[in-house]
């Protein structure tokens, strides 16, 4: 007998019992309907979450939109007064009309800078700024121009040359810098009077508004051709060459000490090597 008649034949698969094929269908549509309420959850989170997104989006656009139409658009927040400061009586008319702001619109509209430069055009104005005063007023604060000397004409001049004619009726600025020092305005009448224009006026006043508070008070006139040759007349009837604006410390010191001296002429433009002499 040949070996491969010994070896038993192969059973044939068992077929599933059904108690297994039901618990195996039990198990699945367990697991489905457990997928089936997954999603359902899920599309449900899902769809509340763009529902409450979507509604912060509209209230925040809605917000801003409020914001927006309160602020550019709405009259609650309109200009209802224009006010200056800094300036008084037709001063102060004068600016506010330069400024011309207009009643009414909202003051996050308002062109400040548009109303500024408007009033930068007066030329006694020395500086000019427009401020919003929430909710409803506008401030213009313009400082004018202080007047150091004045033209023959009757016209004043500022420390830096610039010649200008206040308003009628208007005062003048409070206070005049003269070589560093804030000094109580003097009478319209007492200003020094200045014969010179372009440079050389520039330089004149450049020279005059070095000059110490002392000397300052005892210039009458100031004349001028060229801005090398500053002249200052005092009011003893002296007569100081001051040259340029150059050195204005050392000549100013210069001066002090010749002043001691009876002279009819002093002359400063060369600090070094200063001179003085009386006429005939």
Same mark, same amino acid.
């Given at each position: 007998?040949?070996?491969?008649?010994?070896?038993?034949?192969?059973?044939?698969?068992?077929?599933?019992?059904?108690?297994?094929?039901q618990a195996r269908a039990a198990r699945a549509a367990k697991l489905s309907r457990?997928?089936?309420?997954?999603?359902?959850?899920?599309?449900?989170?899902?769809?509340?979450?763009?529902?409450?997104?979507?509604?912060?989006?509209?209230?925040?656009?809605?917000?801003?939109?409020?914001?927006?139409?309160?602020? =550019?658009?709405?009259?609650?927040?309109? +200009?209802?007064?224009?006010?200056?400061?800094?300036?008084?009586?037709?001063?102060?008319?004068?600016?506010?009309?330069?400024?011309?702001?207009?009643?009414?619109?909202?003051?996050?509209?308002?062109?400040?800078?548009?109303?500024?430069?408007?009033?930068?055009?007066?030329? =006694?104005?020395?500086?000019?700024?427009?401020?919003?005063?929430?909710?409803?007023? +506008?401030?213009?604060?313009?400082?004018?121009?202080?007047?150091?000397?004045?033209?023959?004409?009757?016209?004043?001049?500022?420390?830096?040359?610039?010649?200008?004619?206040?308003?009628?009726?208007?005062?003048?600025?409070?206070?005049?810098?003269?070589?560093?020092?804030?000094?109580?305005?003097?009478?319209? !009448?007492?200003?020094?009077?200045?014969?010179?224009?372009?440079?050389?006026?520039?330089?004149?006043?450049?020279?005059?508004?070095?000059?110490?508070?002392?000397?300052?008070?005892?210039?009458?006139?100031?004349?001028?051709?060229?801005?090398?040759? +500053?002249?200052?007349?005092?009011?003893?009837?002296?007569?100081?060459? =001051?040259?340029? !604006?150059?050195?204005?410390?050392?000549?100013?010191?210069?001066?002090?000490?010749?002043?001691?001296?009876?002279?009819?002429?002093?002359?400063?433009?060369?600090?070094?090597?200063?001179?003085? =002499?009386?006429?005939?």
């Amino acid at each position: 007998m040949s070996a491969s008649a010994t070896k038993p034949p192969r059973r044939a698969p068992r077929p599933p019992r059904r108690k297994d094929q039901q618990a195996r269908a039990a198990r699945a549509a367990k697991l489905s309907r457990r997928r089936a309420t997954e999603i359902l959850v899920g599309s449900r989170t899902a769809w509340r979450r763009r529902l409450l997104v979507g509604g912060i989006v509209v209230g925040v656009s809605g917000g801003v939109a409020m914001v927006v139409w309160l602020f =550019w658009f709405s009259s609650l927040l309109a +200009v209802s007064s224009v006010r200056a400061v800094g300036v008084e009586g037709a001063a102060a008319s004068a600016v506010l009309s330069a400024a011309d702001v207009p009643i009414g619109v909202p003051l996050a509209r308002l062109d400040a800078a548009a109303a500024s430069l408007a009033v930068r055009q007066l030329p =006694w104005v020395a500086s000019v700024e427009v401020r919003r005063g929430w909710p409803h007023e +506008v401030v213009v604060a313009a400082v004018p121009r202080a007047a150091i000397a004045t033209l023959s004409s009757g016209e004043s001049v500022a420390a830096d040359g610039a010649v200008y004619t206040l308003p009628q009726g208007a005062t003048p600025a409070r206070t005049t810098t003269v070589g560093g020092d804030a000094i109580a305005p003097a009478a319209e !009448a007492s200003l020094p009077t200045v014969t010179a224009n372009g440079d050389a006026l520039i330089a004149a006043m450049g020279a005059y508004s070095s000059l110490p508070t002392d000397l300052a008070g005892r210039v009458k006139a100031i004349t001028a051709t060229t801005r090398d040759n +500053v002249d200052l007349a005092l009011r003893g009837g002296a007569l100081v060459h =001051w040259g340029s !604006a150059e050195k204005a410390t050392e000549k100013a010191q210069v001066l002090r000490s010749l002043l001691r001296h009876r002279a009819d002429i002093y002359d400063v433009t060369s600090p070094e090597l200063p001179t003085m =002499w009386k006429r005939g």
